[in-house]
Structures are given as C-alpha cells and as structure tokens.
C-alpha cells in the first residue's frame, strides 16, 4: 500500500486548503482512510477518517471546518480544510491498513492505522 500527500502551503488565517491523497494497493470505497496531523512539538494527532460505508468522523478541534471527501474513480481522498487557524499548522498525513477492509466505524480504526504517507506541510501565518 502506497499513500501520497498533497496540497499543503502557507496560508493566512481563515483561510482555506485542499489536501489530497492518492492511494494505490487498496481501493479507497473498500478501506479506512485516515487524517492526520503532527504539530512542531506535538504528538500525531487523529483529524478525521472515511469508513468504506462513507461514514465519516471529525476530531472535535476541526470539526464543522473540515471535510473528508473520496473520489473512487481517482482512488483519492481530499480533506477540505476552512477557516484555518494558527493552531492548525502542522504536517498532514493520510494513513490506511489493509486489515481494514469494509470497516463502518473509522473512529475506532484511528490509533490503528500502519501504511502512512510522507505528509504534506500545513503553515497557517498573516
């Protein structure tokens, strides 16, 4: 299983990006696929994850900001990032496993992902 990140960049706050992670070795409407995140200083930290079912689920911080989104044609999962805050700045990685195969509920999956993309830089700066 292969991931790759992109779409991060320097923006201002409130501002907005997309991120975008291609997936191939899995079929992204079959598996888990998760965001997340390391700040400088921080531990990774769970964002938001896509069941197979489409389920999604949002940690408390990026909800209502954030969205999950798959497009099964190109295998790619998108987190559409909004209002962005300071706070927000960090490296985003997408994750998936290939144990999780027709899982629903992707917010039990999150500390258990072990494919990890190499992450894409977030820097929220005026």
């Known amino acids: 299983v292969q991931l790759q990140a992109s779409g991060g960049g320097l923006v201002q706050p409130g501002g907005s990006l997309r991120l975008s992670c291609r997936v191939s070795?899995?079929?992204?409407?079959?598996?888990?696929v998760g965001w997340f995140r390391r700040a400088p200083g921080k531990e990774r930290e769970g964002v938001s994850c896509?069941?197979?079912?489409?389920?999604?689920h949002y940690e408390g911080s990026v909800e209502d900001r954030f969205t999950i989104s798959r497009d099964n044609a190109k295998n790619s999962v998108y987190l559409e990032m909004n209002g962005l805050k300071f706070e927000d700045t960090a490296v985003y990685y997408c994750?998936?496993?290939?144990?999780?195969?027709?899982?629903?509920?992707?917010?039990?999956?999150?500390?258990?992902?072990?494919?990890w993309g190499q992450g894409t830089q977030v820097t929220v700066s005026s």
């Open positions: 896509i069941s197979s079912s489409g389920r999604t």
């Open positions: 994750a998936t496993d290939p144990a999780m195969f027709g899982i629903n509920d992707c917010q039990a999956m999150m500390g258990l992902f072990t494919s």
């Open positions: 070795g899995i079929t992204v409407d079959k598996y888990v």
